[in-house]
């Protein structure tokens, strides 16, 4: 990984102020993950195959792609957010500019995450609602910092494929970049 | 006399040694301005990020379409002429000129320029 990027990873952890308590509060989320995971995962392809501009990516393949989904879901709430980890939210992000998807829908998906986790947390957590807060807090920000590294692998993935196909060098895009507006 | 001042005599000397050429600049391969001796109403970013995108896109054309190392860039409008080469170092020479302008004495002008730039650079 560059390591420009596993500084920017570092700053945004800090900035979100992400603990070792949330840590521990997403290692304790792992027995809510192993039995609503695959619910919610299922559920989450039923929307992709719903929508054309994501069924058709999918088609075929969703076996297959369940299990990555699922393991990409227990290893969010696996406790090492380290290099290894900021690499394999980069190589998403990349495979799916590869895909040609475009990225608000790894957005939407996050957001169907989100909110379904978060239901699933004030449901088997609902003795200690204050408690649940917490947890839910924590996942949120591991899911923040997640697409995060989506986005930036994304949108780097994007600028280097329109860099090293005209030879525009990366610094003269980001001057053009800061050019006014006519 | 500083190294700008160096250029800037060099790029006043292309325009002094030929009525057609009406303006002259030395860009950086980022796209940045290193001297120039254009109107004054021109603006200068957008001068030179322009001359870098294309001659940028001009060396990667001709290596793709299998035309060896680029020489120039040369861009024809109904007022004239924009042509680019590069002078190495991460630097390119731009000229404009007008549509009367003999473009083998241009380009020889232009290379000569850019020989007196490498020594200054
Ligand atoms: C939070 C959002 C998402 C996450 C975390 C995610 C995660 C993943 C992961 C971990 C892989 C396996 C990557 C690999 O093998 O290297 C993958 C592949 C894939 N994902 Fe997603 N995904 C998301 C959203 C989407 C969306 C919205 C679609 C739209 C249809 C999609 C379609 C695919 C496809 C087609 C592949 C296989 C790519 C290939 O051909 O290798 N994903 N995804």
């Known amino acids: 990984m560059d390591p420009a990027i596993i500084k920017l990873f570092d700053r945004m952890k800090s900035f979100l102020d992400f603990s070792h308590a949330d840590v521990e509060r997403l290692v304790a989320l792992q027995p809510i993950i192993e039995k609503h995971g695959p619910g919610i995962t299922n559920r989450f392809y039923e929307r992709l195959s719903k929508f054309s501009e994501t069924a058709k990516f999918i088609e075929g393949r969703v076996d297959e792609l369940r299990v990555a989904h699922v393991a990409w879901l227990r290893s969010l709430v696996g406790g090492v957010y380290d290099e290894n980890y900021l690499a394999s939210r980069w190589k998403i992000g990349v495979t799916h500019v590869r895909i040609g998807l475009d990225p608000y829908w790894v957005e939407g998906v996050m957001s169907f995450i989100r909110t379904a986790v978060l239901a699933a947390v004030t449901a088997e957590m609902r003795g200690d609602p204050t408690n649940a807060g917490r947890h839910a807090a924590s996942f949120l920000k591991a899911c923040d910092l997640d697409i995060f590294i989506i986005n930036l692998s994304y949108a780097e993935d994007r600028l280097d494929r329109l860099a090293s196909f005209t030879g525009v060098k990366r610094s003269l895009i980001e001057t053009i970049i800061r050019i006014p507006k006519k | ?121």
């Open chain 2, 1 to 121: 006399m500083s190294r700008v001042d160096n250029l800037n005599r060099i790029l006043r000397g292309l325009l002094s040694g030929s009525p057609d050429v009406e303006a002259s600049a030395l860009v950086s391969e980022d796209g940045l301005m290193i001297a120039s001796a254009l109107p004054s109403h021109v603006d200068e970013a957008r001068v030179a990020g322009m001359s870098a995108a294309l001659s940028s896109l001009g060396a990667r054309a001709s290596m793709e379409l299998e035309r060896g190392d680029m020489q120039e860039v040369l861009v024809r409008g109904e007022d004239g002429y924009a042509v680019m080469l590069s002078t190495g170092l991460g630097t390119l020479l731009l000229a404009l000129a007008s549509r009367q302008a003999k473009l083998g004495l241009l380009f020889l002008d232009m290379r000569r320029a850019a020989e007196d730039i490498k020594k200054v650079l």
